[in-house]
């Protein structure tokens, strides 16, 4: 079947909407973490915030962290590059996306200019222009769901059919990528509570923890061995996180090419 997955737009885009900027979203991994180590966790985030008056909430993706995205800041983290000008048929898609009053246009149209590299790039290029040739070769206006009897417009089913096929395995390699990189986050997560439990006899009492110089000294001492370490594998499963969100604006993108062409 030529079609991508049918599923209706507005429920990609509400999902876009979710996972980029109106929600916050915990990390998958921290799911498979036992009970003694949430606990732990939790007691560690406490004593954190008894240390400051702005403690961090849990890690997400939001606008802030899209490149490009209008209501980016300066304190951004470099989730990836953008591509600059939009090709035509990006460009077109984003045209669609306004004209219907899309919620989640802006964002859309920002993730189209995400650089997935040269491979991703090009099947999807091509994808989309066999698609726009194919709009109706099955009798009305959309997409074919079985090789047309035009021999023209059969290899061009085919060579599509192949390039679909390899552009539903970029999500399985996206996802794969993404748990890897919340497993690495929660591997040194783990860690280092392992080595508060060890050091900080207080840390479940954040009175007596607080009321202890030598265990604070220590807490924070801790705290500072781990936190670059954790930071640079939290930013890089922010990219995979972003990429995936890439993929999923093509997959509306191309269920609706015939609508926007």
């Not at 748990?179 to 508060?196: G, K, P």
């Not at 900080?200 to 220590?218: I, M």
Request: aromatic residues 6%; contains cysteine.
């Amino acid at each position: 079947m030529l079609r991508i997955a049918a599923k209706q737009t507005a429920l990609y885009l509400f999902t876009l909407l979710v996972f980029a900027g109106t929600a916050i979203l915990t990390t998958a991994a921290c799911a498979q973490d036992n009970q003694d180590n949430q606990s732990l966790g939790d007691v560690a985030r406490q004593a954190r915030a008894s240390r400051s008056s702005t403690p961090k909430s849990s890690k997400v993706v939001t606008n802030d962290e899209v490149p490009g995205h209008p209501q980016s800041g300066a304190g951004s983290v470099a989730l990836g590059s953008t591509g600059g000008t939009l090709s035509p048929d990006k460009q077109a898609y984003c045209t669609f996306l306004h004209a219907r009053k899309d919620t989640a246009a802006d964002l859309g149209c920002q993730l189209l200019a995400i650089d997935m590299g040269p491979d991703y790039e090009s099947l999807t290029a091509r994808y989309a222009e066999l698609a726009k040739g194919l709009c109706g070769a099955g009798g009305g206006h959309g997409l074919p769901t079985s090789p047309p009897t035009d021999p023209a417009f059969a290899a061009q089913y085919r060579e599509a059919s192949v390039l679909n096929a390899k552009f539903m395995d970029a999500n399985k390699t996206q996802m794969s990528g993404f748990i890897d990189a919340e497993s690495a986050v929660n591997a040194i997560r783990q860690e280092e509570f392992r080595e508060l439990q060890r050091d900080v006899p207080d840390l479940r009492d954040v009175p007596a923890l607080q009321a202890n110089p030598q265990e604070k000294k220590r807490f924070a001492e801790i705290e500072d061995k781990y936190k670059g370490r954790i930071q640079e594998k939290e930013n890089a499963a922010q990219q995979v996180k972003v990429r995936g969100l890439r993929w999923l604006n093509d997959e509306a993108r191309f269920e609706h090419i015939c609508e926007y062409n």
